[in-house]
Structure formats: C-alpha cells, structure tokens
C-alpha cells in the first residue's frame, strides 16, 4: 500500500475516483484513537474548484442534505470542512 497523505484530521489512502471538479479517496480519521481509525470516504475538491463560490455552496448544499437523511442504505456525511482553503465532505466508508 503506497504511503498514506495527511490532508488535515484525516490520512488518505487510495484515490478511488475522479470527477470534473475533484477527488474521492478512501481515508482514515486521525482524530480517533490510535490503533483504531475509523475509515472514511473523502470527497476533496480541486484548488480551482474550491476557489469556485458556486461550486463550494453546491458541496455544503450537498452536506446540509446528506445530514438532514437519515437512512440504513445512506451513508452518512461525518465531516465538513477544508483544509487551506481545499473544501471536502467525509462520508461513512461502505
């Protein structure tokens, strides 16, 4: 497994997807305690879409509506945030 990248309170893994206006990694929280991250699925935006006012209202848009449901077959958003002004969203890794 390649080295893991700190990004702010998380470690990310491996990318697992790519998009238009950014990445999917699968991450690891290092606020837990040690030997037992809680894995994450983190959705970072890119420095230009992050520099994007739409774009960021449209990725807290899409926090505010993950947080409001709450259902066995949704994953849950954990975390919002960024991280030297690079926006992203955690979800539940399933």
């Not at 990248?5 to 837990?32: K, W």
């Not at 509506?65 to 259902?71: E, F, N, S, V």
Request: without cysteine; proline residues 6%.
């Amino acid at each position: 497994m390649p080295p893991l990248q700190p990004f702010g309170v998380y470690e990310l893994a491996e990318r697992i997807g790519v998009g238009s206006h950014g990445e999917v990694f699968r991450a690891f929280s290092r606020a837990d305690r040690p030997g037992a991250r809680r894995p994450v699925a983190l959705k970072r935006l890119s420095q230009a879409a992050s520099e994007n006012l739409d774009v960021v209202e449209a990725l807290k848009g899409e926090a505010e509506i993950g947080r409001a449901l709450d259902h066995p077959a949704i994953a849950k958003v954990t975390d919002v945030g960024d991280v030297n002004g690079v926006h992203y969203i955690a979800y539940e890794y399933v």
